[in-house]
């Protein structure tokens, strides 16, 4: 089985001045022909460190894919290192010397002195032609291993390795096959899910299964591995089988499917519509839903009451019960709930309302106490959530978990029809 490390250069990448999508492009671009990524390094514009870099990644993988540091400055040293690490003096390869002459004379710029060096390439390497720009990439191999040097412009780096790299890779790659599939979930934290799963979850095991985790939502990464692609695709499907029977419905969809895709989907399946009144969300669950492409099939009307005197005006919430039992409160949030979907006329309608903090909070009732009620023909459905995060967090996990709750319930009254 062939593997790729990935080595990501730049004193502006370390800092974070600068986000590395470079590296998440090639790995996704890796994995699709069966090549899976094995490590990751990120190294500051030194010699040494590059070097050090190429030794431990070619001592990990087969395939060795680096980005950045073939600029003309002298913070630029990725070719140097691969002249270093290949025992190779840097040559000038007048063609390439050319081929940036004219790039500049095209745009009729005059070349400074100090792009010379990007017409140096160790000896026995092969160039890269760049469409886009001056820097041209190295290829290298060395035993069995395959070096590749990118520049680190992504629009640069994504047309040379497609045009010069990853038809190589491919050829590398034969038959081999790595299959992801992924598992969405939500209702549930990563460790629960994982003793839920038991030895599904070892390491060491093919497929191996990782967690990952946003907003409350964990992605199960069912990824299998063989020397075929059918056989592949066998092994993940019966872990998907086998993990979808022990979450049951903590599962809510596959693959980049969000929560308010799944439940939009279900709503205009069904025909049925969606109000919702928040309160501490401010405007984040109706956001979430009017995100996905035709929710105004279903999607009617939202209110944000803020305040007790919006609550009371706007949604007819009563005063005596906001006074007794306190904004945040299951009784607020259920009227909430009730009166949007009776001034909607939707079939469904949810009601929010809670203290997301930083401030505001009491002993009784915490920063991050949420109330969330979904109503719909029967009696209305109030649960109280405590989320102890920042305030942002707090109100992506509620809408979240609104949307969840409402998934739940479509799905209850679906299976009692």
Known sequence: MKKASIISVGN????????DTNAAYLSRKLLSIGIPVVSFYTVADGIDSILRALKLAAGDADVVLVTGGLGPTDDDLTRQAFGKFLDSELQLQKELLKRIQDYFAGRDMWMPAKNEIQAYIPAGAKALVNNLGTAPGIMAKVEDKLLVALPGVPS???????????????????????????????GAG?????????????????????????????????????????????????????????LGDLVYGTGEQTLAEVVGKKLAQQKKTIAVAESCTGGTLAAL??????????????????????????????????????????????????????????????????????????????????????????????????????????????AQTALNLLRIKIADLTYCS
């Open 156 to 186: 640069e780096m994504k047309q040379m390795f497609e045009e010069s790299v990853f038809a190589e890779l491919q050829k590398l790659a034969g038959a081999q096959a790595v299959i992801e599939k992924k598992l969405k979930c939500f």
């Open 289 to 398: 839903i009017t995100d996905i492409p035709g929710a105004s099939k279903y999607f009617i009307q939202g209110w944000v009451t803020y305040s007790n005197k919006a609550k009371i005006s706007e949604l007819d919430v009563p005063a005596d019960a906001i006074e007794k039992y306190g904004s945040v409160s299951e009784q607020v949030a259920e009227a909430m709930a009730e009166n949007a979907r009776k001034k909607a006329g939707t079939d469904f309608a949810i009601g929010i309302t809670g203290i997301a903090g930083p401030t505001g909070g009491t002993e009784q009732k915490p920063v991050g106490l949420v109330y969330i009620s979904v109503a719909s023909d029967n009696k209305p459905e109030t649960k109280r959530f405590v989320f102890p995060s920042n305030r942002v967090s707090v109100r992506l996990q509620v």
């Open 190 to 246: 990563e460790s629960t899910i994982a003793e839920m799963l038991g030895d599904i979850c070892l390491r060491g095991r093919n497929p191996l299964i990782n967690f990952t985790v946003e907003g409350g939502v964990i992605t199960l990464h069912i990824i299998a591995t063989a020397s075929d692609k059918s056989t592949a695709v066998q092994m993940a499907e019966k872990d998907e089988k086998k993990m979808r029977k022990l």
């Open 12 to 19: 502006e990448v370390i800092s974070g001045q600068t986000v």
